[in-house]
Each structure stands twice: as structure tokens, then as C-alpha cells.
């Protein structure tokens, strides 16, 4: 089970990072809409539509990466005091009726949404440039593949938290900064205090 | 049972669920999906391939059309349809470009100079490191508007310098929480776009209208972090020569210069472009987002590791953002669908209240919720079933959402979840106890209200700036 | 006597893709209040604005899925799946009126055209009237004075369908919204002008608060109509005296509108010159010829499409046969209108 844990969050961890240098793509790309729009008076046709393509695309593709990190928010006032075993307890049951459905239908009701999209080749209304939108409605597809994949390894970190009273963290490779600091502070209490 | 009764239980389950602990996303995307099967059950049209089966088809495809009528509901293609409804949302697209603007300036190795500048240029005035301290707050806290960061870099900053001035640690942590908050109020601020997205309010008329507010209640700060230090001088001590060095004046401008300027330089570009109309928020924020890295990359501060965090910070935090929009997207269809908006506007009107009586009554709740939840939260989940009675009412949704960034202000402050607390209380000295950060808070949360009122009485200072700019 | 236990009616889902303010929520409401009572209570609709349960523009894509059972729309807004869906209302203009093109859609093989691009082209289960024939729609909103083709250029201009097409090929750069999204985007100056419909949605959304010169007179949307949209499923379903209310109930409502349009586009436009400090002109002749052009060039490239051709070719052939019937016998109205309210038509 950890062994497919580790997978998922890799996976997820992958395509996350992969599609959040759009970013950078975004603010090269509405910058250079803002420079010939407003210096050379002639704006793109594509330029909004790009830009939420790539918005839409960024935290559709980083769902499952934010999912696997407990990067979604949650109203954890109470959830916070329990032991990690009641956690996962009440975790497990509401990933099954609460996650998965949702997830499924992103699979195969986004499936439905974006085939009709390909087969007329649909573009955006939003401008006459004819940007395609039919690759963005497959996103949704992507997304809920991942996010599915996700939520099995969470429904594991469940099953073994019940087991063993503990949660596996997911492998961090960036920090908020006030996690950052805070965990140094921390450490530099205790070995203060040995 | 009738539908707009089950709405309302809809609305009551979720509101118990909320605290079951589970990512709120899912849980909105659940209620929507399980209510909404209720809403669109219609078995002659889900059970319609299974009803016109051919008398010889094979028992594997009776069973087989039969089961695929369970998942034959509409409400998955609903589902689906507001998901593609918050991905193609225009708006929204600001919210990752200021994220990573400011994720790039808190890594930039700009808060220190900032604070010290600044600590110098105050020297003077009563309370000096404490003014220092809430200016730098509000200024940085501005440019990135993560509160979290805020607090914290300032908490190893300020706070222990202002600990070994001698003032008082809980006058001290309260500077640094309610400082550090200001960033989710003043524009440009995600809280506010955030609201422009549930609220259909023009977002650079909100940016208009908070900027007055948002300054009203740095002044109201100032006032009493100033006057404490007069009133209680053994509060806020002043600091000892030796504690701020004399500076010959040509060295601060210099300071000033390479510090502050440059700060408040992107911070003024960005929101003056989208004041006077010469760029929509998104592409202001795109030029925030560049300037940003041209500023880290002058101090020196742009390397590899810091731009690749501050990438995946902010597809973290756009995806949390965003998935709960596609959550509460679900929701609020099928809550209308189900006629739910109808009951709760007849029944708040059924309640004969006056505007003002509304006005207190939401704004409390709004403040109740802000002791348990999050910003993001309420605005997206709880603000929305506010704002059909505003019209009734005769409530502008402009001046009502300065007044819930306002009130926001004390969701980071109150607990049991007081984020900026327990930031600084995580990487304050272990002597600084919880109980007088708290304590420290409390005359920032009167200081919160009493703007509120100030809002109230004098709506000019919501209306002025939105008519200048944009007319009634 | 015992009274009839009343049979609970049959409930559809209606969505339009305008805000609850604009008056074309209203219009919307003269359709299903018409139905309703010819129903005698068997079929009531249950009426929502844009967004209550899907977006303004999503509304064809919920009626084929069945999350709507109806929508109250104009095609343009779907144009984004194949640019003939535009030829429905927003189509170039060959001389005909709102009026003649909508006798296409009943008497000039429009509808079966119709059917062929929404059910056999897309395979979508839905099917489609065309209602209240609009007044021509005005060339929109300005924030300055515009007398050329060489004033517009550049300017980021709010249309719907094809009209986006030809204002590109004038120079704009143009962006696709709904009607309620349009004064935001002048706020935030994602657009510099904009067009909706008509004085009366375009006061009701505050245009005059964002633009003070209102330019009347355009062949970019000459001749559009409301589009009323029925999930096939639901449709079918109905008992076949309930299908016909739906459909004339539509014919009725284009009267309904019609009229309550006359009345207050009219008192909306004073209000536009009289209160808001609005400026009226009608649009630079040089400008229209422009757009003629343009619709003739524009053409060719369009029509590579085999639908879109065949579609095309209908709608001139239908012009060409009625238009000048109403053209070549109709009195000069303005003479008349001169006569008895002199002075006043001066802009
Ligand atoms: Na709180
Ligand atoms: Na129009």
C-alpha cells in the first residue's frame, strides 16, 4: 500500500509542478497583451482566452498535487483534536460517499462533455480568433483521472492510519514560509531542551 | 417533503458536515451531487434505454441497462457544467498571477531592509518600533497578501526586537497579527476578487471602494499603537541610542530609496493601473507578477529554488481556491434549483427587519463564522446566501462586501482558529504565551469594529472613490 | 359538487441568459405566463435567470444534457460549436427586416435548416423555435465621439456572433460577454465599447454609466431573434396539445414582446438623452458602408462550409424574393411622423 501511495503522490506531484510553470507562461503572455494593447494599440484577439485556458488548465491539473500535500481546505476546528485514528476513521468513510462520486462523474459525465466538444470541433465564444476549447474541456477528464488515482492512495493513508494511529505524510519539496519558520522554530526549541 | 424544504436541509447538513473535518470542496461537491440526484430523479428518463429493451435481449443487457440507469442522472453533467463554468471564469484568472506575485516578493529579502528603514525613519514618534513594525506589516502584507508569511517573517523580525526594547509582548504580538492581516483587506486583494466572483460586484469597484477603508483602519491602528505609547509609555518603552543607530539623513533617503520605493512603486503601479482603467486586474496582475521578479532578481534574491516554490505555492493555493468555487458552483445550483434562495429571502423577509437590522444581524454572523472558518470559506460559501436579499433590502453589495473584508479581518484573529496566532505563537520565544497573543489582539478587533461603525455612519468613505473613478 | 381532484401540473426547468433585471426576463415572463394559463394549469414553468443554475452561455450545452428543460436565448451565444448557429439572428443582412428574416425561419425552410444543424450536424437532443423578431440593434456604446472606420480601430468591442467576425474584419478586436458581464468589463477595461440590444437592457445593466455616446443604426445585428430551447426528452414527453402551446405559445409571446418593446425601448431611449446626460446620434454613414462591405467579404470565407453555404444561400434567396415587396410598399413613415410631431426626429 505505501508503495502505491508514494506512486500516486508522485504522480500527481508531476503533473501538478508540470502544468504550475504555466504561470510563468501567463504572465509573459497577458504581458505582452498589455504591451502591444496599450503601447501599440493593437490587442490580441486570443488574449483572454489564452489566459483563462491556462488558469483553468493550472488548478484543474493541480487539484490532486494540492490533495495529496492536505493542501484543501477543510473546517478542521474539531478535526484537529482528534487522534489521527478517529481522523482517518471519519476520513475513509467520507472519501467513499463524499469524493468518489464526484470524482467518477468528472471522469465519465467530463468524458460525454468533452467528446461533443471534439466532434465539433468546438471553439471559444468568448473572441472570433477561434481558440480551440475541446483539448481545455478534456482537462476535466485529466483532472478527475488524477484526482481518482489520488483518492485511492487516500483512502489507504486511511486504512493504515486506522492501523498503525499515524498519518504517511507525503514527500514535501516546498513549504509556505510560516511552515518553514515555523518548523525551524520548533526544532530550535527542542534542541534548546534536549 | 417539498423541495425548497429540502434545500434548507441541504444547507443544515452541510453546515454539520463542515465540521466533520473533510476538504470542504468535496464535501460542497458531494452535497451538490447527492441533492441534486434527488432534484434531477426522474426514472422514466434515467430507466429509458432499460424500458425500450427488445423482449430477446440477453439477460446480460437487461441487467447491464438497468444498472446504467443509476448513472444516468443529469445532475453528473450539471456537475460537470459548473466545473467548466469556474475553469472559463475571467475573474478568477487574477488569482494565480497575484498569488505568485506574491510568493516572489515575500522570498525577494525585502522585509528586512524594509524594517529597518522604516524603524529608523520613525525613530522619533512615540511607540517607534511599533509603528515601524505595523507600516512594514501593512506595506508587505499589501505587495503579497499572504497573511501567513507576514506574520511570521515579521514575528522573527519585529517581535524580538520590540521584546528586547522592552515593550510589552502582548502590545507587541497584537501589532504583528493585526498587521499582518491587512494584506487580505487593501488592494489588490484576493479576498476581494474572490468576492467579485461570488458577488458579480466590478472588482475594480471594490478595489475603489476598500482602498479608503483599508487605509481608515491602518490610521485606526496607528492612533492606537501611538497613543498606548504615550497614554502607557511602559508599554512601548522608547528604544535607547544604542538600540537604533543614528543615521546621517543622505543614508535614509538612500534607504528609502532602495527599500521602501521600489515596494511601494509595484504596489502603486499595479493598483493604480487598475484604478484608472489602463489595465484590467489580470493583466495588472501579470505586471505585478513580472515586476515582482525583476525586484527579486535587483536584492539579489531570485534564484532557482525560490522561483520554482513560488510556482508550486501558487498552483496549491489556486487549486484550493478554485476547487472550493467548483464545490460551491454545484452547491448553489442545485440550492436554486431546488428553490432554496425563495425560502430563505421569505423567510428573512418574513422577519420584518429594517435595513439596518439585516445589516447587524448578517455582519454578526459573518463574524461568527469567522471564529471557526477561513475567508475563503465564507466568502465563497456563506456571503452568497446574503447577497439575493441585498436588493430588498436596498443594501449596495459594494458597501456590504467592505464590510465583510472588513469583518474578515477578525477571522484570522479570533478562536479557535486564529491563524495569525498561532503563526506567530509557532515561531515566537517560547515565554510569549497564546494567551497574551490574545489578549494583545483584542484592542485590534475593538479597533475593527469601531471602522465598521465609521463605515456606517459615513458611507462616503466606501462611495468616494468608486464615483470619482467610475461615477454613480 | 365534489371538486375535481386537480392533477399536480407538470413542472419545466427554464432558464434565460439574461439577469434578473433585464427586461428580457420579462419577455421571457410573457412567454410562460401565456403558456401557463393555456395550459389551464397542466404545465407551469418555473422561470431562473443566467447563473441560477447554469452560466449565461452554458445554456445549450444544460438543455442537450437535460439539466434544463428549456432555455430563453439568442443562437449567437453557441456559435462557438459551429458559426452557422449565428445565422439563427445574428446573420449578415441582405435588406430584409427582423420581421422577414423570422418569416424565413417559418416559411423560408429556416427551421428545417435549423433541425438539420441541432439534431443531424451535432447530434444534439434539442429542439428550437425562434421567437419576437428584435428591432435592428444599435452600433452600442462609445466613451468619445466616433465618425470614421479609422476611429474604431483597435478599440476593444463587445458583440455576439458573427457580428464579432465582421467588427474583427473592421479592425476591432472583439470580445464575446454576456449582458451582464459587460459593465464590469468596461470598468475593468477589459473592453472600451461595447453593444447589447436595444436602450431598454442597455439602461438596465447601466450602460450610461460607463459610456455617454449611444450610436443608433447598424447592420451588425440586424435582424435578430429570441431563441426558445426544449430538451428533447422533456419536449416529447408532453402530451401533443402541451407540445403545441409550447411551440405557438412562443408565436404568441413574439406579439406580447413586440408590443411591451414598442412602449418602452421608446420611453428608455428618452430617458438615455433626457436624464442620463446620454448623447444619441445615428451612426456615421461611412461606418455602415463599411459594414456592408464587410458582411460581403466575409462571406466567401464562411461559406467554405457546406452547411453554412447551403444555410446562407436559403436566407438570400429568401430575402431577395419578399424584402423588396416590403421595401418598394411601404409609406415613408418618417414623412407622417414629421407631419404631426415636427422637429422631433432631428439627432
Ligand atoms: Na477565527
Ligand atoms: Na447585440
Known amino acids: 500500500m505505501i508503495g502505491f501511495i508514494r506512486f500516486a503522490d508522485n504522480l500527481s506531484a508531476w503533473f501538478g509542478k508540470a502544468f504550475a510553470w504555466l504561470i510563468i507562461l501567463m504572465s509573459v503572455g497577458t504581458g505582452y497583451e498589455v504591451f502591444v494593447r496599450y503601447v501599440l494599440n493593437s490587442p490580441t484577439a486570443w488574449a483572454l482566452d489564452v489566459s483563462f485556458i491556462m488558469y483553468g488548465t493550472l488548478f484543474m491539473m493541480g487539484g490532486a498535487y494540492t490533495l495529496s500535500r492536505g493542501g484543501h481546505v477543510r473546517g478542521d476546528f474539531l478535526y484537529r483534536l482528534w487522534k489521527p485514528r478517529t481522523q482517518a476513521k471519519v476520513d475513509l468513510v467520507l472519501y467513499l460517499i463524499f469524493f468518489f462520486p464526484g470524482v467518477t462523474a468528472l471522469i465519465l459525465a467530463g468524458w460525454k462533455y468533452a467528446a461533443r466538444s471534439w466532434q465539433y470541433g468546438e471553439v471559444s465564444v468568448n473572441s472570433p480568433a477561434g481558440v480551440p476549447i475541446y483539448q481545455f474541456k478534456t482537462v476535466i477528464v485529466a483532472a478527475g483521472i488524477l484526482l481518482f488515482i489520488q483518492g485511492i492512495a487516500q483512502v489507504m493513508r486511511c486504512i493504515i492510519a486506522i492501523r498503525t494511529n499515524k498519518w504517511i505524510e507525503a514527500e514535501e519539496d516546498v513549504f509556505e514560509t510560516e511552515d518553514l519558520l515555523m518548523e525551524q522554530a520548533s526544532r530550535a526549541e527542542k534542541d534548546s531542551h534536549p | ?472 | 359538487a365534489p371538486a375535481v381532484l386537480a392533477q399536480a401540473p407538470i413542472v419545466l426547468k427554464m432558464q434565460t441568459s439574461w439577469s434578473a433585471s433585464n427586461i428580457w426576463q420579462e419577455f421571457a415572463q410573457d412567454y410562460v405566463n401565456r403558456v401557463e394559463e393555456m395550459s389551464g394549469g397542466r404545465l407551469k414553468i418555473d422561470l431562473l435567470p443566467a447563473g441560477a443554475v447554469v452560466a449565461a452561455f452554458q445554456v445549450m450545452d444544460a438543455v442537450n444534457d437535460g439539466i434544463l428543460d428549456a432555455a430563453h436565448s439568442v443562437s449567437a451565444y453557441w456559435y462557438g460549436k459551429n458559426k452557422a448557429a449565428s445565422l439563427f439572428g445574428t446573420g449578415p443582412v441582405f435588406g430584409a427586416s427582423s420581421t422577414a428574416m423570422l418569416g424565413w425561419f417559418y416559411e423560408g425552410g429556416g427551421a428545417e435548416l435549423y433541425r438539420e444543424l441541432t439534431q443531424d450536424i451535432m447530434g444534439l437532443d434539442v429542439i428550437g423555435f425562434l421567437g419576437f423578431p428584435m428591432f435592428a440593434q444599435p452600433f452600442g456604446w462609445f466613451k468619445g465621439e466616433v465618425n470614421s472606420v479609422a476611429d474604431i480601430e483597435g478599440f476593444k468591442y463587445r458583440t455576439v456572433g458573427l457580428a464579432a467576425d465582421l467588427f474583427q474584419s473592421m479592425g476591432m478586436s472583439v470580445a464575446q460577454l454576456p449582458g451582464g458581464e459587460i459593465v464590469p468589463a468596461m470598468e475593468r477595461g477589459v473592453i472600451d465599447a461595447f453593444e447589447f440590444n436595444n436602450p431598454s437592457s442597455d439602461k438596465d445593466f447601466g450602460a450610461q454609466d460607463v459610456a455617454k455616446n449611444y450610436y443608433l443604426s447598424s447592420y451588425h445585428q440586424a435582424a435578430e431573434q429570441f431563441e426558445f430551447l426544449f430538451n428533447r426528452f422533456s419536449f416529447e414527453d408532453l402530451d401533443p396539445d402541451l407540445q403545441a402551446i409550447l411551440k405557438y405559445g412562443v408565436e404568441a409571446s413574439a406579439t406580447a414582446n413586440t408590443s411591451k418593446a414598442m412602449r418602452r425601448y421608446s420611453a428608455d431611449l428618452q430617458w438615455l438623452q433626457n436624464e442620463a446626460g446620454v448623447t444619441v446620434r445615428r451612426t456615421p454613414k461611412e461606418i455602415l458602408d463599411a459594414q456592408i462591405n464587410a458582411w460581403s467579404e466575409l462571406l466567401p470565407g464562411l461559406e467554405e462550409d457546406d452547411f453554412f453555404k447551403r444555410c446562407v444561400a436559403s436566407q438570400r434567396e429568401w430575402a431577395e424574393q419578399v424584402a423588396f415587396y416590403e421595401l418598394m410598399n411601404a409609406p415613408d413613415y418618417a414623412l407622417a411622423y414629421e407631419h404631426f410631431f415636427p422637429g422631433k426626429l432631428k439627432l
Open chain 2, 1 to 472: 417533503m417539498t423541495d425548497p424544504q429540502v434545500a434548507l436541509m441541504m444547507l443544515g447538513l452541510f453546515i454539520v458536515f463542515v465540521f466533520l473535518g473533510f476538504p470542504i470542496a468535496f464535501t460542497l461537491m458531494a452535497m451538490g451531487i447527492g441533492f441534486g440526484y434527488y432534484a434531477y430523479f426522474d426514472a422514466r428518463r434515467m430507466w429509458r434505454d432499460f424500458d425500450r429493451l427488445d423482449e430477446a435481449a440477453g439477460t446480460w443487457d437487461q441487467w447491464s441497462t438497468w444498472f446504467e440507469g443509476f448513472f444516468n442522472n443529469r445532475i453528473f453533467d450539471l456537475f460537470v457544467n459548473q466545473t467548466f463554468t469556474v475553469m472559463s471564469n475571467e475573474v478568477l484568472t487574477a488569482v494565480p498571477l497575484f498569488l505568485f506575485m506574491g510568493y516572489i516578493v515575500e522570498r525577494a529579502n525585502i522585509v528586512d531592509r524594509l524594517f529597518s528603514t522604516l524603524n529608523i525613519a520613525s525613530k522619533n514618534v512615540p511607540g517607534s518600533l511599533g509603528v515601524a513594525a505595523l507600516i512594514t506589516c501593512a506595506l508587505f502584507a499589501t505587495a503579497t497578501g499572504i497573511v501567513g508569511a507576514v506574520v511570521t517573517l515579521m514575528g522573527l523580525l519585529a517581535l524580538p526586537a520590540m521584546l528586547k526594547a522592552r515593550y510589552k509582548p502582548s502590545f507587541a504580538s497584537g501589532i504583528i497579527c493585526a498587521g499582518g492581516t491587512l494584506g487580505i483587506l487593501i488592494p489588490p486583494s484576493i479576498m476581494l476578487i474572490v468576492y467579485a466572483a461570488a458577488s458579480n460586484v466590478s472588482i475594480v469597484r471594490l478595489y475603489a471602494g476598500a482602498l479608503l477603508p483599508g487605509l481608515t483602519l491602518v490610521g485606526l491602528y496607528l492612533v492606537y499603537v501611538v497613543g498606548r505609547a504615550i497614554l502607557q509609555p511602559s508599554s512601548a518603552p522608547r528604544p535607547s541610542a544604542d538600540e537604533v543607530p543614528d543615521v546621517p539623513l543622505g543614508k535614509l533617503l538612500v534607504m528609502i530609496l532602495t527599500s521602501f520605493l521600489p515596494l511601494a512603486f509595484l504596489i502603486l503601479s499595479v493598483l493604480g493601473s487598475i484604478l484608472f482603467g489602463l489595465a484590467t486586474p489580470t493583466e495588472a496582475a501579470s505586471i505585478g507578477a513580472l515586476g515582482g521578479m525583476l525586484l527579486a532578481f535587483l536584492y539579489r534574491a531570485m534564484t532557482w529554488q525560490r522561483l520554482r516554490e513560488s510556482v508550486y505555492l501558487t498552483v496549491r493555493t489556486t487549486a484550493m481556491v478554485c476547487w472550493l468555487f467548483v464545490g460551491s458552483y454545484t452547491f448553489s445550483a442545485v440550492f436554486s434549483y431546488l428553490g432554496g434562495e425563495h425560502v430563505i429571502s421569505e423567510f428573512v423577509q418574513g422577519m420584518n427587519l429594517t435595513p439596518i437590522q439585516f445589516l447587524i444581524m448578517a455582519q454578526f454572523i459573518i463574524f461568527l463564522l469567522g471564529w471557526p472558518l477561513e475567508w475563503s470559506e465564507i466568502i465563497i460559501i456563506f456571503v452568497p446566501i446574503f447577497l439575493p436579499l441585498l436588493a430588498y433590502f436596498e443594501i449596495d453589495p459594494l458597501f456590504f462586501g467592505i464590510l465583510v473584508a472588513l469583518n474578515l479581518q477578525t477571522s484570522f484573529l479570533t478562536p479557535p482558529m486564529a491563524m495569525s496566532a498561532y503563526y506567530l505563537k509557532g515561531i515566537a520565544p517560547p515565554e510569549v504565551r497564546l494567551t497574551q497573543i490574545f489578549a494583545g489582539v483584542m484592542p485590534f478587533l475593538f479597533c475593527v469594529i469601531v471602522s465598521m461603525v465609521l463605515m456606517y455612519v459615513f458611507p462616503e468613505i466606501v462611495f468616494y472613490l468608486p464615483e470619482l473613478f467610475y461615477g454613480g
